[in-house]
Structure formats: structure tokens, C-alpha cells
């Protein structure tokens, strides 16, 4: 089955300091990924994606790459800001799964000026 | 430009009671439609999809059921709530064309069952 695995949080962060948030990934199939936001009180946006190997998603300064070698799709940004406080959610697709995601258990980030 | 709406925003509910979540998208045809539940501190897990009208399958066993009466209308129904059922759920939409993988989220439903 297709699973998602993200590094445990919470992760808290001065403001302008270097974030990674790692995301691993198994999959029949050959998956897109994903990386959503959700930030406090609401639903998740999405952030970021890449659906082929060697793919970089980029948006907002967050920065992802399909690694297929080593599945994983970590998340990074160079500089944080107290508005990146969020919960970040890696996922996957499989093409035939009807756009079904698999979501991975989320990262709390809190960013303090 | 497509749109996705919930409601009600919060709710309070008895164990027991009835329940019925509502989900709409405007804005696009056809879409393939989900229904999740993140549970407090947890991740998010797919309950029901649809794609099409008439159409859902339900990703897990549980005390909840979905309904699709219509194109762009999703329904999250309960007949007796359980406290377990508490939680944010959230409602998304995908295109259904050959390829489309995003799926959009409404703003999402907190429900607590006392």
C-alpha cells in the first residue's frame, strides 16, 4: 500500500533561521507529491508539488525535489518567517487511485520573531 | 473560478444525534469529491470519495455515511453520533480530467460530540 512519513514535531524556529522538514514516501505505482499548509482554524492549501522525478515544487520561498532514489520529497526554506507557523503535510497520489491523497501525519511549525 | 463551501463552520452535537455535513463546490463540473477527517493532534484520513453522482466509496469501516445527491454536493451524514467522531472534517475537490491530481479543501467543519 502507499504510505507517507513525515519527521516528528513540533519544530520551533527563530524568524530568518532554515527550515527542512522531512517527508519519505512508499508507493505502488509512481506517485505525484504533494506538500500542503494548513494554517490555524482552517483547511489545508496546497504549497507545493512534483510529479516526476527530479522535480523541484517551489512557492512562498518552500522549495521541494522528487527524490525517487531515495523517496523522499523534504520541504525547505531558507528563511522563516512568523507567518510560516502552520501545519505542513506532505502527501502522495497514485494515477490510479482516482486522485486519492496519502497523507502523512503533519509537522507543527512555530516560527518566534 | 471554482469555489468550495462548508457547513456549518463548528458544531456541537450530543452522542446520539443525528448528523449531517454539508459540502458544495461551484465553478466546475464533474469533480471528484472527498471527505476527511483530521482528528485533534492526528493527520488527516480519507472517509468517502465520489466520482460521480450516486457514487461513493468509503475508505473506511465507521459510523459515517456519504451521499451525493447531486453534481457539485456532498453530504456527510451520521444517524447516531459517537464521541470518537469528533473532529475537523474537511471536504476537497479534484478535477476529473486524465492527469489532475490536486485536490482543493473547503474551510472545513469542527465538530464536537459531548
Known amino acids: 500500500g502507499n504510505s507517507v512519513t513525515q519527521m516528528e514535531g513540533p519544530v520551533t524556529l527563530s524568524e530568518e533561521a532554515f527550515l527542512t522538514i522531512n517527508c519519505t514516501y512508499t508507493?505502488?505505482?509512481?506517485?505525484?507529491l504533494f506538500w500542503y499548509v494548513q494554517y490555524p482554524g482552517e483547511g489545508l492549501q496546497l504549497l507545493l508539488k512534483?510529479?516526476?522525478?527530479?522535480d523541484k515544487g517551489s512557492n512562498k520561498g518552500f522549495e521541494a525535489t522528487y527524490r525517487k532514489e531515495t523517496t523522499s520529497f523534504h520541504l525547505e526554506k531558507g528563511s522563516v518567517q512568523v507567518s510560516d507557523s502552520a501545519v505542513y503535510f506532505c502527501a502522495l497520489s497514485v494515477a490510479t487511485s482516482y486522485g486519492k491523497l496519502t497523507f502523512g501525519q503533519g509537522t507543527i511549525l512555530t516560527v518566534h520573531p | 473560478s471554482q469555489t468550495i463551501h462548508q457547513w456549518p463552520a463548528t458544531l456541537v452535537q450530543p452522542v446520539g444525534s443525528p448528523l449531517s455535513l454539508e459540502c458544495t463546490v461551484e465553478g466546475t463540473s464533474n469533480p471528484n469529491l472527498y471527505w476527511y477527517r483530521q482528528a485533534a493532534g492526528r493527520g488527516l484520513q480519507l472517509l468517502f470519495y465520489?466520482?460521480?453522482?450516486?457514487?461513493i466509496s468509503s475508505e473506511v469501516p465507521q459510523n459515517l455515511s456519504a451521499s451525493r445527491p447531486q453534481d457539485r454536493q456532498f453530504i456527510l451524514s451520521s444517524k447516531k453520533l459517537l464521541l470518537s467522531d469528533s473532529g475537523f472534517y474537511l471536504c476537497a475537490w479534484s478535477p476529473r480530467r486524465e492527469g489532475a491530481d490536486t485536490q482543493y479543501f473547503g474551510p472545513g467543519t469542527r465538530l464536537t460530540v459531548l
Open positions: 508507493a505502488t505505482g509512481y506517485p505525484s
Open positions: 512534483a510529479t516526476k522525478a527530479d
Open positions: 465520489s466520482v460521480g453522482i450516486g457514487q
